[in-house]
């Protein structure tokens, strides 16, 4: 079974992405913050992290630099619900970052993503 680690400070937007991966048969963990999510990094292999640039509490940069660290394997797909990064310029600045998407993707366009990501 894929595993993904959603970090995302928005709790309904993560609840929504969660069902929707869980119907298709992904294991899905919850994070809201740097060191929830150091913690699941730390303990359980993710296939793929779904993380949002923009949490309220913590850093995404430190989180995907741990990630890259401890499960390099992991696939980091970035959200955003605002335009920094929007130049391409986060895949300079983080080695494992793998994709940028807006976090008013549909979710059955985010499931799609992430099961293709999970599989490479």
């Known amino acids: 079974m894929k595993r993904v680690l959603i970090v995302h400070g928005q709790t309904e ?7 929707h991966l869980t ?4 294991e899905v963990q919850l994070a809201r913050d740097t060191d929830t ?4 990094l730390g303990g359980t292999r993710f296939d793929v992290m779904l ?3 923009t949490l ?4 995404a940069l430190a989180i995907a630099d741990y990630a890259n660290y401890r499960r390099p394997d992991c696939r980091v797909l970035f959200v955003s619900n ?4 929007s130049d391409g310029s986060l895949f300079n600045h983080v080695s494992n970052a793998n994709l940028m998407l807006p976090d008013d993707v549909p979710p059955e366009d985010l499931t799609a993503v992430v099961q293709h990501y999970a599989t490479h």
């Open 82 to 85: 605002n335009k920094f990064f």
């Open 51 to 53: 993380l949002s640039l």
């Open 56 to 59: 309220e509490r913590g850093s």
């Open 13 to 19: 937007l993560s609840q929504l992405w969660s069902r």
């Open 23 to 26: 119907r298709s048969g992904v």
């Open 37 to 40: 999510a150091i913690k699941a």
